[in-house]
Structures are given as C-alpha cells and as structure tokens.
C-alpha cells in the first residue's frame, strides 16, 4: 500500500475525469478524512507539503500577471501624467476610472502627477538681462509693460542685453566717450549743463531694438556714465 | 549615458554673434530648413529656454537631465527606474541633436540614414508655433520668444516622456512593436507578443475605433486604448504570453477547462521530457522516451496501490539514492526535500482551473497558510529540483 503518496493517485484518478470539480471536492475530503488515520500519518504531512507547493507556484504565476498588468497600468498613468494624451479626454477619464479602482495605483499616480508637473514649469515672464564683461548685473522682468530702468554706475565695458530665453539682443563695447561728461562734452561743464536742465536731453547713444520694442539711452556723468533702457512703448522710438 | 558630442562650443565670432542674436523660431527654422549645424549649436549651448520647478532657465541638455533624476527616482514607473531613464534620455538626445549629413552617393538616395532625424522635431515645434501665433499673435518679440520657448518646454516635454514609454517597452519582454497598415497609412503600436500574425489586425479593426494615421497624437491614443482593453480584459495574462520559457508554457489543461479528459500522469510526463535538459543527469541519460515511460510507471504503480521505491529504480538501472530524489515516497519525516517529480506534480497542478478554486473550499488552501504560519520548517521551503 502506497499511504505516503496516497493523495497522488486520489488527485490523478479524478483529475482524468470529465466534471473533476465535484469529484475533486469528495477526493480532497477523502483525502483529509483517510489522512486522520495513523497509518496515513506521514502521508497526510506530505499531502499538505504537496498543496503548499501547489499553492507557491499559483502565487508565483499569479504575481507574474499581476506584474505585466501593473506594467500596463504604469504606461497609461505615465501618459496621462505627462498630457500625453491631449485632446482625448473620453480615454484620458477611462484611464483615470481604471487607475483610482486601486488604491495603490492611485497614491502612486498622484506621486507621479506631483514630480511630472515640475517639469511643466515654463517661463512665463520674460525678463531682459543686462550684463558687464559677461557679468550679469541687472534685470528688468517684462511682465508689465512698458517699462523703464536706469542703471547707474556704468562704466567703460562690454555691455549686453539678452533674454532670459538666451537670446542676445545687442552687445557693445561702451567708451569713455559715451560714459564721461567730460570725454562726450569737452568744451561743455557739466553744472551748467545741469542748470539749464540741458542734461536730460544730452544722451551720448540711443539704441534701437527689437524694431523699437526696446530702446537703450546712454548718459554721460562725472565719473561713470547711467543708461536708461524703456522695454515696450513704441511711441518713443 | 550619450554626450553631444557632436555639439562644441562656437567661437565668439561675428557669425556666431549673428546666431546669437537670431529669435527661437528663426534659428530652429535654420535648423530644419537648411541642416544648419551652427544653429543647431546655438541652441544647444545657449538658449536656457527650459525651466524645472522653481530652477533658473537652463540648456536643454540640463533641462532633460533634470528630467532623467526625476524619473529614475519614480520607481514605480518600472522597476528598472534608472535603466528607463537613462535610456529615455539617450533617446531624446537623439530626437533633438541628431543631424544627418547630406547623402553623398547620390547612386543610392534611398539608403536609409540611421537614428532620429532632429529636424523632424523641430519641424513639429515650427508647426505649433505658427498654429499658436494665428490663434494668439503675440504683441511684441519679447513676448513672441517667450511663447516659443513656452512650447518648445512642452514639446521636448512629451517628447522625453513618449521617449520613457519607448525605453519602458522596450525593456519589457512581454511586448513587441506592430506596424498596422491601415487606411492608406502606417501606425506602429507595442502589442502583447501572445497576439501573433493576423490576429493583430483582427484585434486592432475589432478594438479601434476610426484609426486615422495623419492624425496627430494617433499612435499614443491608440496605444493606450490598447493597453486600457487589454488590462480591462484581462488579456495579457501569462498562459497567453508565448515569449517565456518553457516551464511557463501553457499547460494543456489551463487552456478554459475544455481538456479536462487528459491525466495528470500524462501532463507531468510530458513536462518532464520537455524539460529533459534540466533533469539530474542520471535522469537526463535515460533519454526522453524512457523518462516519459519511467514518468507513466511511477504514476500507474501508484495509482494500483503497488508502487515500491526500490523496484522502479531497480527496472530503471538507477542508484537508489538518485531515484528517491527524484520520486521518492517517504520525504517529510526524513527532512528530505520534495522530490523533482512530486515538485513538478505540484507546479502543474497549480495552472489547473479547478483545483486552487477546490483546495479553497475544501480548506485545504487556508490549512496550508495555517501550516506555513505556524512555521513548519519543512513546509513551504525553497528546494532545489531539476540539477
């Protein structure tokens, strides 16, 4: 008598048959049943050893299908994170509804959404920025226009103006000649100048650019010369 | 990880001044329409059009890496996180960098370039921006650059992350690409590798409504109603899945219960001489006819109440030793391990339709999780079968 594998040819003789359900039910509580007697002993042990392997390898393939649906549900998540699926709003809502049946696949997304919306940050205000010898030392921001910056302190240089996009918009070597009173207007003094309020109007350079979106004025003063830049009013071009 | 190598830093010359100072949208149009290589380093090296959370405006190669960080630290995108995001970064780098040169054999114009061709996609970007500008013309070239620096963020956007669904398929064995021909055009989607020949078409006419190639964003639409129906219907599941080794291949009886009349004896015979290389290998020399024979025997003797260890081994010229690892009667009280057969009884049993759904009300299933709880040392261990 074969008792240590006698659950083996119960499983087998009704496993061949063709409604196994009802018949597999009656063996596995025969087996169980057979299985209290002593000499079935060992056989019962090695039964449940039988079925806990049974039952490691139904979890392992039922986790490789979890894991190829999971892999699925990542790509759709992905795409709707990252508006890949613009214009399509009866799919992306599908997706939605089958992302928030778990859970855990809807912590993850929203995880997912926070870290793919950093990189939809765009710039929104652009800004001009003014530089020295390839040192950025101002900004204007573009958000309202038109508007208008002075820079003091300017003295002789390589200027620039570029976008904050990267774009240059001009760049010029910036003399003595345009940046000191005395240099500009030798046979002018500058008090009088002042005086008459003549001074105002006695730019050494004006700029034009951006088809006069942008107009850059260069002053002359005692020591170091300002420059006057008015972003966005046409008029005065 | 890619350089751009093929990018160096321009001299600071007239002519590179004159890129300088060209607006976005005519320096990419200098790209695409002319090849122009000292635009395409104009872009690369100085334009900071790209943004990420509250950063300054950066290149686009530290815009993408940026991006790469950021999806190699989601692990949850795929397991392989780092993988997928190195390899997404190498794919856009190619979308957006690579150039080829002119043809020079003109005796074989149709010889295909190899890569990405970046001025496909800066095309896309001209093509957006000018939609964008008839819509909403902007007031001024500061604001025009600003527009257009706004929508080429959100093309190499999309473009890295179709690039991270690319790289993600394309680690993933279960999948493969599909170019469905339809309405006068190609559509190339990532179908299930179980799906094979015809009936890839047959599931896409079944399953996708007014497929239209021209359309923009097709392909992605496309892909995720596949995806949304195949994890809707359960389709992708493993018995269904062709590309996996033999041990995970369908079993004749986990095919919708239609094969019930076959014998347990019968399916682990054949497993077993289907999987003769891994055998032991005074198992492996008996060959597959003897083993499919041995295989039948042992079930048969046992199904008649007269098996005998001893016996078989005897008729089968094996060392008693070798026979009892692999179809021994007696295991558990020796604190042997389960021998190769019974082993591979049990993982057949386990793609059975029935038998989990019966073992589960009998409470077999939960006395076994009992058992496993309890810590039976014996019970549930990893053992090591088919050496």
Redesign the interface.
């Known amino acids: 008598?074969?008792n240590?594998?006698y659950f083996?040819?119960m499983?087998?003789?009704v496993?061949?048959?063709?409604?196994?359900?009802a018949t597999?039910?009656a063996a596995?509580?025969q087996i169980?049943t057979l299985g209290q007697r002593p000499e079935y002993d060992?056989g019962l042990?090695?039964f449940?050893?039988?079925?806990?392997?049974?039952?490691?390898?139904?979890e392992r393939?039922s986790q490789?299908?979890e894991d190829?649906?999971l892999?699925?549900?990542?790509?759709?998540a992905?795409?709707v994170a990252?508006?890949?699926?613009?214009?399509?709003e009866n799919?992306t809502q599908?997706?939605l509804d089958?992302i928030g049946s778990q859970p855990r696949w809807q912590e993850?997304f929203e995880?997912?959404c926070g870290?793919?919306s950093?990189?939809?940050?765009?710039?929104?205000?652009?800004e001009?920025i003014i530089g020295r010898n390839g040192e950025r030392i101002s900004s204007i921001p573009?958000e309202r226009?038109p508007v208008t910056k002075e820079i003091r302190n300017v003295k002789p240089g390589l200027y620039s103006l570029k976008?904050?996009?990267?774009?240059?918009?001009w760049?010029e070597e910036l003399t003595e000649r345009e940046l000191l009173w005395a240099v500009a207007f030798p046979r002018e003094a500058l008090d009088l100048a002042a005086d008459t309020w003549d001074i105002a109007a006695r730019a050494t350079r004006k700029i034009v650019l951006?088809?006069g979106?942008?107009i850059i004025r260069v002053f002359p003063e005692i020591e170091s010369g300002h420059l006057e830049l008015t972003?966005?009013d046409s008029n005065l071009g | 990880m890619k350089l751009l190598y093929a990018i160096k830093k321009p001299e600071n010359s007239a002519r590179g001044l004159w890129y300088r100072n060209l607006s976005l949208v005519r320096l990419v149009g200098k790209i695409v329409g002319k090849s122009d290589r000292l635009a395409l380093e104009e872009f690369h090296n100085h334009r900071t059009l790209f943004t990420y959370g509250d950063r300054s405006p950066m290149l686009f190669t530290d815009y993408l890496n940026e991006l790469r960080e950021s999806t190699a630290r989601r692990t949850w995108i795929a397991p392989n996180a780092l993988e997928v995001a190195d390899k997404a970064y190498d794919l856009t780098i190619d979308k957006f960098n690579n150039l080829p040169g002119r043809v020079k054999n003109k005796s074989s114009p149709n010889m295909k370039r190899k890569g990405a061709n970046c001025r496909l996609y800066f095309n896309a970007f001209l093509e957006r921006v000018t939609r964008s500008f008839e819509t909403e013309p902007p007031t001024n070239e500061i604001e025009e650059e600003a527009k257009a620096a706004m929508i080429m963020q959100g093309l190499v956007r999309r473009h890295f992350y179709f690039s991270v669904l690319e790289a993600m398929r394309g680690t993933n064995p279960f999948w493969s690409r599909y170019y469905w021909r339809v309405k006068g055009g190609t559509i190339c989607v990532w179908l299930p590798v179980s799906l094979k020949g015809r009936e890839r078409q047959t599931w896409l006419e079944e399953n996708i409504d007014v497929p239209n190639p021209r359309r923009e964003g097709e392909r992605e639409r496309i892909q995720s109603i596949i995806y949304r129906k195949l994890v809707k219907e359960r389709f992708v599941s493993l018995e269904k899945v062709g590309d996996l080794s033999n041990e995970e291949k369908l079993l004749p009886w986990s095919d919708s219960g239609k094969t019930f009349e076959i014998s347990l004896a019968e399916v682990v015979a054949e497993e077993k001489t289907r999987n003769i290389h891994r055998q032991r290998r005074s198992i492996r020399a008996l060959g597959e006819e003897k083993l499919k024979r041995l295989v039948l025997r042992i079930f048969d003797d046992i199904s008649s109440d007269k098996y005998e260890d001893g016996k078989v081994a005897e008729d089968y010229r094996i060392q008693k030793a070798t026979f009892s690892r692999f179809a021994g009667s007696k295991w558990f009280l020796t604190g042997s391990t389960i021998p190769d057969l019974w082993l591979n009884t049990a993982e057949v049993l386990s793609t059975h339709p029935t038998f989990k759904e019966v073992a589960v009300s009998a409470g077999v299933w939960k006395q076994v999780q009992t058992t496993l709880e309890a810590g039976d040392p014996r019970c549930g261990e990893e053992t090591s079968h088919d050496q």
């Open positions: 008598m074969t240590d594998l083996i040819s499983i087998a003789d496993l061949g048959q063709a409604e196994p359900k597999l039910r596995i509580e169980q060992q042990l090695q449940q050893r039988f079925i806990a392997e049974v039952k490691r390898n139904w393939r490789k299908v190829i649906v892999d699925v549900v990542r790509c759709l992905l795409q990252a508006d890949l699926l613009e214009g399509d799919e599908a997706i089958l993850e995880k997912m870290e793919t950093k990189s939809k940050t765009a710039q929104k205000i652009p001009i573009c226009l976008l904050n996009t990267g774009r240059l918009i760049e951006l088809n979106e942008l972003i966005g």
